[in-house]
């Protein structure tokens, strides 16, 4: 969905998220995260650097700098943040005009998708769907729920939400 949208909508600019996990063979630090050591992870924390963040319960903690709002704005463009339900929450509630979308894949299409990316070990695997099926249940505490059962329709589903909350905001901007 991210790269559908960074694609479709020229304006979005995707802020990088910092993570405490170890970065994978073809990541690089600033473009896929913000790889960060516990201690400067705990260091930027306690600056108040975050605008969220969120501890996974295998211990990796992931989270959105204010720095890289920052950085988007001084672009011009418009941040698009890739987070996790607490996350999403809390941006809702720190920027009363995010917008929100949780995009629902059903479980088993979650499941092949996890395995077929063989990053991580079974044991996490069943974690991340066992967190699916807790996120599952709030997600009608979001703007707009996408259900990605077809990778094409979900994210055409997404433009279309972005482009009409782009020109929203855009109308009341001139108003």
Same mark, same amino acid.
């Given at each position: 969905m !991210?790269?559908?949208?960074?694609a479709?909508v020229p304006?979005?600019?995707?802020a !990088?998220?910092?993570?405490?996990?170890?970065?994978r063979?073809? =990541?690089?630090?600033?473009?896929?995260?913000?790889?960060l050591?516990?201690g400067e992870f705990?260091r %930027?924390l306690?600056?108040?650097?975050f605008? =969220?963040?969120?501890?996974?319960p295998?211990?990796q903690?992931?989270g959105?700098?204010r720095?890289?709002?920052?950085?988007i704005e001084?672009e011009g463009?418009?941040?698009?943040?890739?987070?996790?339900l607490?996350?999403?929450?809390?941006?809702?509630?720190?920027?009363?005009g995010?917008?929100t979308?949780f995009v629902?894949?059903?479980?088993?299409?979650?499941e092949?998708r996890l395995?077929?990316?063989a990053?991580e070990s079974e044991?996490?695997?069943?974690e991340?769907?066992?967190l699916? %099926? =807790?996120?599952?249940e709030?997600?009608g505490?979001f703007?707009?729920? !996408?259900?990605n059962d077809?990778r094409e329709?979900a994210?055409a589903e997404?433009?279309?939400?972005?482009?009409?909350?782009? =020109?929203?905001?855009?109308t009341?901007?001139r108003?």
């Amino acid at each position: 969905m !991210v790269r559908a949208l960074l694609a479709r909508v020229p304006s979005l600019r995707l802020a !990088v998220s910092a993570t405490t996990r170890r970065q994978r063979a073809g =990541e690089h630090d600033g473009e896929h995260y913000w790889f960060l050591s516990d201690g400067e992870f705990d260091r %930027r924390l306690a600056a108040g650097d975050f605008l =969220e963040y969120h501890v996974f319960p295998w211990g990796q903690r992931s989270g959105t700098l204010r720095s890289e709002l920052d950085r988007i704005e001084a672009e011009g463009g418009v941040p698009l943040l890739e987070l996790e339900l607490n996350g999403a929450r809390a941006v809702k509630e720190q920027l009363p005009g995010a917008v929100t979308i949780f995009v629902d894949a059903p479980i088993p299409e979650l499941e092949r998708r996890l395995q077929e990316r063989a990053t991580e070990s079974e044991g996490e695997i069943d974690e991340r769907i066992a967190l699916a %099926r =807790e996120q599952k249940e709030l997600a009608g505490a979001f703007d707009h729920v !996408v259900e990605n059962d077809d990778r094409e329709r979900a994210a055409a589903e997404c433009v279309g939400i972005v482009e009409r909350e782009l =020109e929203r905001a855009a109308t009341m901007a001139r108003r």
